[in-house]
């Protein structure tokens, strides 16, 4: 198995890219393509020991940064990391493609180069998201801030075969993030797509789920257009870091404080990790014709890692091929529109 | 100066709300309406020794509950203490009007009895919403599950004036909350209120909010729809409390964590209180022409005292004729639908 890693994007760029890539094929059985300026690659990989059979090199030039508007740089800088690695995903050379790049660019590129899996109107973005249970995966979580109930219907479906195979949960419970918990609540997006999502074989919709049952963790597949779940996922980023930094205050308070929170703070630390929605790996882009994994802009090299390894899984479990065989059964060609 | 109180609303009822009035009266220069029914009023009023003369008791037999469906309740239950206490208010019988009871029934009786000021195209409910640096004001919670632009460039002139007159900020800087930083960002209604924003006189409009910055209170007026509003409110005190119980499991794994959150109990808890958006009093409904104040369902004699207050300042800042005044300026009538 093969999987292109675009090792210019994020925000620790080659350092991370390169030593999480080396990590990845001494526990993993899977070979590299690292994509970007071949001279900094290798000067970077002469650092390492490592299997050199199990690593090539594609030479790419340019770089998207996150200043460029995503769709017209795919479009006009064919020689960027992220464009040379989604054909070659196209074009099958490899596997899967990772990147801790620009997210417009890869969502663009994913739509425009790898293109989406018939029958699949928009693909989305999903995320691992930590709950007081364990984890949910919520999606859509950017990729369309505009958002039909069909959409949100093959979300619901495509969200639930991840969940299975990737995230391991047997029947994932689906509830849809809505602002009443009753059926007839919501604006008119959710009452439609409540209806349809009941109507929905291969799934097991469970309701709407409110704000507030988030963090709670009782349902494990988040449904919800992208403009909320990107505000849900960023709110609760937000949240936890704004929490964590006035705890700090509260535990410099006194001296008495200082001593509490000494003692508390390795415990504190294990804690925060567990908020960290970036420690459960990247976020799956779900409905093209090819395994991508976005993996957080701030990845280190443990991040990338992971991402690669959940590439891989999403590999061997056939996503593709299940999304297609799902998207089927709900009938007709939906395929009009790109 | 005369407020009405739904003295049957809450999940604490007529304890809270009765001793809550009492508490008002003694310290604030109003009269209080109590509306309910009025032996149990009169039995709970016994309890206490108050000046007689400052509360009065107007009699409702019948009660709304969350179970019933707001438009209708307020359509058939015509004793319910919600539609008495509205229509004391629409016939300038009281000068404003508290209730802890359902939040539906609250916003359809203020638009169906009260009515809305001429111009407003919808009435918005808004809350004041903790953050690291203090306040500020998140509209529309849930008045309005689907919004227009025109809707929200609406809810960010209530909410300055809001700010200005209740919550003492000077020049209310006006966040629109978004999924991107950057003009251009967000969906297709998002867009359009930007551009509009931006053009808006008396308001300071200072560009969009991403969920990531919302708990650090950069911004005095979050403008959002209805249902990203209910979303964020919720899902923050979600956080809030999930996090906290957490917490106390992080505290319960050892004898020396034990020890270290003894020592901070104190200040975690007077912590966790500034994190309450409950404490900050009740959400006003602006743009009815009324003072409507919706207290939380799980309001105590505190919170009731509290959101009396603001009613009695709403009422004295004139905040219903200063919104008439600056939607006139916006030009043109727009009282073309209900």
């Given at each position: 198995m093969k999987i292109a890693v675009d090792a210019m994007g994020g925000d620790n760029g080659l350092?991370?890219?390169?030593k999480g890539s080396?990590?990845?094929?001494?526990e993993?059985?899977?070979?590299?393509?690292l994509i970007g300026k071949e001279e900094l690659i290798k000067e970077e990989l002469n650092k390492y020991d490592y299997p050199k059979n199990k690593i090539d090199i594609v030479n790419a030039r340019d770089i998207i940064t996150n200043d460029d508007e995503p769709a017209m740089a795919i479009r006009k800088k064919k020689d960027s990391s992220i464009v040379v690695g989604l054909n070659l995903l196209k074009n099958k050379e490899v596997d899967g493609f990772i990147s801790a790049g620009s997210t417009g660019?890869?969502?663009?590129?994913?739509?425009?180069?790898?293109?989406?899996?018939?029958?699949?109107?928009?693909?989305?973005?999903?995320?691992?998201?930590?709950?007081?249970?364990?984890?949910?995966?919520l999606l859509d979580i950017g990729a369309n801030a505009d958002c039909k109930a069909k959409y949100l219907?093959?979300?619901?479906?495509?969200?639930?075969?991840?969940?299975?195979?990737?995230?391991?949960?047997?029947?994932?419970?689906?509830g849809l993030v809505?602002?009443?918990?009753?059926?007839?609540?919501?604006?008119?997006?959710?009452?439609?797509?409540?209806?349809?999502?009941?109507?929905?074989?291969?799934?097991?919709?469970?309701?709407?789920?409110?704000?507030?049952?988030?963090?709670?963790?009782?349902?494990?597949?988040?449904?919800?257009?992208?403009?909320?779940?990107?505000?849900?996922l960023k709110l609760t980023e937000g949240l936890a870091m704004s929490i964590f930094d006035m705890l700090k205050d509260v535990f410099m308070k006194s001296f008495m404080t200082k001593i509490g929170a000494a003692i508390l703070k390795?415990?504190?630390?294990?804690?925060?990790?567990t908020l960290d929605y970036s420690e459960y790996g990247g976020a799956p882009l779900l409905g093209i014709k090819g395994a991508v994994i976005k993996a957080h802009g701030s990845s280190d090299e443990f991040a990338?890692?992971?991402?690669?390894?959940?590439?891989?899984?999403?590999?061997?479990?056939?996503?593709?091929?299940?999304?297609?065989?799902?998207?089927?059964?709900?009938?007709?060609n939906n395929d009009k529109d790109s």
């Open positions: 350092k991370v890219t390169v080396i990590d990845a094929i001494k993993y059985d899977v070979n590299i393509v660019a890869v969502l663009s590129g994913g739509l425009l180069i790898v293109k989406r899996i018939k029958g699949i109107e928009r693909p989305a973005l999903g995320t691992v998201f930590p709950t007081k249970k364990g984890i949910s995966l219907q093959q979300f619901a479906i495509m969200g639930s075969i991840y969940a299975q195979k990737i995230l391991n949960m047997s029947k994932p419970r689906v809505n602002i009443g918990s009753e059926r007839g609540k919501g604006n008119e997006l959710m009452k439609e797509t409540y209806d349809l999502l009941e109507n929905t074989d291969n799934i097991s919709f469970c309701g709407n789920i409110e704000g507030r049952d988030i963090p709670y963790g009782n349902y494990d597949v988040l449904v919800c257009d992208g403009f909320s779940g990107n505000i849900i390795p415990s504190l630390k294990e804690f925060k990790k990338i890692k992971n991402a690669i390894r959940q590439a891989k899984t999403f590999i061997e479990n056939k996503i593709i091929e299940k999304i297609e065989e799902d998207i089927n059964l709900l009938g007709g």
